[in-house]
Each structure stands twice: as C-alpha cells, then as structure tokens.
C-alpha cells in the first residue's frame, strides 16, 4: 500500500486543523505572532470560540494586541490557559491564522471553565454554561412535515435567557432546478402554548418541494467574560443538535 502523499497529508490538515480556525474566526485573525513577554499584559485581548455536538467540543482560544483582530501572542511561562482543568495546546501560526491554542474533549457538558494565566502570573477565571438542545423526535424514521398544517416538533427545552440564540434551518435534499422550490430555509423561533415544541407554520414549509429534507439546529452564545484585562474579551459557544430527518408531505 503507498505511503499518503505530502499533498494528501496537508489537505488533511487544512481540513481538521486549519479550516475550522478560518470558519470561527471569519479570517479576521491576524496571521502575525508576538511573544507575551514583548508586550504590556494588560494590553492583551482574550478570544474563545468553543463547539460542540453530542460526540465532542473544541475549543480554541486566542490572545491578541491590538484589539479584537490585532497580532496574535504566544504565551511564555507562566502564561498558560486551560480549558476544563486541561492545559491547552499551543498551534503554530499558519496561512490561516498567527499563535492559537486548542483543546478537545469527548461528549458534551453544559458547563465550561476557563483559566487564562498571564506572563505576570496574574489569573483570569471564568465560566461559561451553555445547556444543549436537542430534537426530541429524533427517530429513525423520518419526521413528517405538512405542507398544509402547522407542525409541531418536540425538542428537549424551550427556556432561553437574553443571551442565547437558536438558529434553524430547513435544508432540502431531494431538491429541484426550480425556482419555487427553496433549498435552505432560516426559520423564526416560535414555540406551541405548552412551551415543549417548535412550531414550524404550514406557508413556511410550503415554499419546499415534497421530499427528503433535514432540519438543522444549533442554540449559541456570545458575549465577553466578567475576568478580562482592560482591552477586554470575547467569547462565542455553539452547540449543534443532532440533524432531524424529515419528510415533506402535502
């Protein structure tokens, strides 16, 4: 058997390394490092981007000069951020982006604590929740969706403080060259009076074809963290449900 190619081996590494950091960070990192003892501590910006699913939850973390989007900065001893209780790995600048760190756990928990130690010594604790929804009719057969009646979809909770969002989206896969027959559709959060399921109205889903389709569901979290220098910080926290099979039906 051959031996991968150096061609196959990078595009490996672009695609689970180097593309999730250009698709968080919306390429808005600057690609520049600077070592931390080079630069005053309170000037330094944290950012965190945390995903997750049912299987996993990365997060990757970064530390800048110069605002939001300024140079990156590699951490010197003491300097260190832990995720979780877990000292975070260190990722080399690439094409994509400067210094960052990483880290990976198995499964999901609702809970995150992050711990930022400066090149002072000075630490930053914070924490961060964010409760995972999920489909609740989540079968192996397809969910019907009517295209003449309101649907109702249980999901696994209903209760969102200010600060939280969901997203969803209706994405066809039995799709047509047609156009009246929508591809992806971005739904409103609308919930039934027993607060236990989504309402997906009748004229939305009639915009589809009948067929195949899948709903996608992801709730999130942005904001800035109580424990921060004075140039502040930024965090970003999704967590993507398990997609829902469905069937467009008249």
């Known amino acids: 058997m051959k031996k991968p ?5 990078r595009a490996f590494l672009f695609i689970l390394v180097i593309l999730p950091i250009v698709l968080l960070t919306g390429g808005c990192v600057s690609r520049d490092t600077i070592v931390s003892t080079h630069v005053d501590q309170s000037d330094i910006y944290q950012k965190y981007f945390i995903s997750g699913n049912r299987e996993a939850t990365t997060v990757n973390a970064f530390f800048l000069v ?28 690439n094409f ?8 990976e756990q198995k499964g999901y928990s609702s809970l995150f604590e992050i711990s930022y130690t400066d090149s002072a010594g000075k630490i930053y604790r914070n924490r961060l929740d964010l409760e995972a929804v999920e489909f609740a009719a989540n079968e192996p057969t397809a969910f019907v969706l009517h295209r003449l009646q309101d ?5 696994s909770r209903t209760a969102f403080d200010s ?10 896969v039995d799709f047509q060259k047609d156009d009246t027959n929508k591809i992806n559709i971005n739904l409103p959060r609308q919930f039934n009076s027993s607060k236990n ?5 009748a004229e939305i889903v009639r915009k589809m074809l009948p067929g195949r389709a899948i709903l996608i569901m992801e709730t999130s979290k942005s904001g ?27």
Do not use: H, W
């Open 197 to 201: 399921a989504l309402v997906i109205k």
């Open 96 to 103: 994509a982006a400067g210094t960052s760190y990483r880290a």
């Open 224 to 250: 800035s963290f109580p424990e921060q220098t004075p140039t502040g910080s930024g965090f970003r926290a999704t967590y993507a449900a398990v997609p829902l099979k469905v069937q467009i039906v008249n």
């Open 5 to 9: 190619t150096k061609f196959l081996c």
């Open 151 to 155: 649907n109702f979809i249980p999901v």
């Open 163 to 172: 600060t939280e969002n969901l997203s969803l989206v209706l994405s066809n």
């Open 66 to 93: 110069g605002g939001d989007s300024g140079t990156t900065v590699e951490l010197q001893p003491p300097g260190k951020v832990e995720f979780n209780g877990k000292i975070m790995e260190k990722v080399p600048p």
